[in-house]
């Protein structure tokens, strides 16, 4: 049995690879509101697996942002929301501003603040919610001796330590990517390693739902 009920609400709360082109700070609805990632394929899958339940999508996902600036409007464009469940997908921009912009000392976040940021989020709502997905950053590197690769790493383990800690559903998002990656190149998800393309978005949908009760024999 799936485990969203009717008119139940989920938000997603993330960077650039939740928000993927979706009304800023908060998409949902009709049209390409939603943007074109993984939360509009959840919305797809579930409409079309399920065309009696009636569960509303919401995408709190902002570019650029960090666990920083994610939790800076947490309040606002996630709990103010009153939604069921939340899901936290947060932590690329925090290892890649390490990377792509290392002069800028104050940009990337530092693994301790990253786990005080989300420690933080998942405290504010776990009282409110019926359950909260902590999804693991990703880099779509099978190389692990890859600094950026490896440094992620760090970051997922802060989530699956968390998400044990406090009882949330763990997606490893970077575990399913590793497992694609014997298969075929990064390149064929995503050129810089990080932003899906829909084949990607379909594999994050896809392990989203496995944690939801989601039946694909439906």
């Known amino acids: 049995i799936m485990i969203f009920e009717n008119f139940d609400r989920v938000v997603f709360a993330g960077d650039s690879v939740t928000d993927m082109g979706s009304v800023d700070p908060v998409g949902e609805g009709l049209g390409d509101s939603l943007g074109h990632g993984y939360v509009r394929m ?12 009636n569960v509303r999508i919401t995408n709190s996902g902002v ?10 409007r947490f309040d606002r464009d996630v709990l ?31 693994l301790n603040e990253y786990e005080k940021n989300v420690e933080g989020m998942i405290l504010k709502t776990k009282d409110k919610v019926k359950g909260i997905f902590i999804c693991t950053p990703f880099f779509i590197e099978p190389n ?4 950026m690769r490896k440094m992620m790493n760090e970051y997922g383990d802060v989530c699956k330590k968390l998400a044990k800690k406090y009882n949330c559903v ?18 064929i998800i995503a050129n810089d390693r990080v932003h899906p393309n829909q084949k990607g978005a379909t594999l994050m949908a896809k392990e989203f739902l496995k944690h939801c009760g989601f039946d694909f024999a439906r």
């Open 144 to 147: 692990l001796n890859d600094p």
């Open 170 to 187: 763990l997606v490893d998002f970077q575990g399913m990517y590793d497992e694609f990656c014997q298969y075929k190149h990064p390149t």
């Open 42 to 53: 959840i919305e797809n899958m579930i409409s079309a697996w399920y065309p009696e339940s």
């Open 80 to 110: 103010a929301l009153n939604p069921q469940w939340v899901s936290i997908c947060i932590g690329v921009n925090d290892v890649w501003r390490h990377f792509d912009t290392p002069a800028f000392k104050d940009y990337g976040v530092s």
């Open 63 to 72: 570019n650029g942002n960090t666990s920083r600036h994610l939790a800076a």
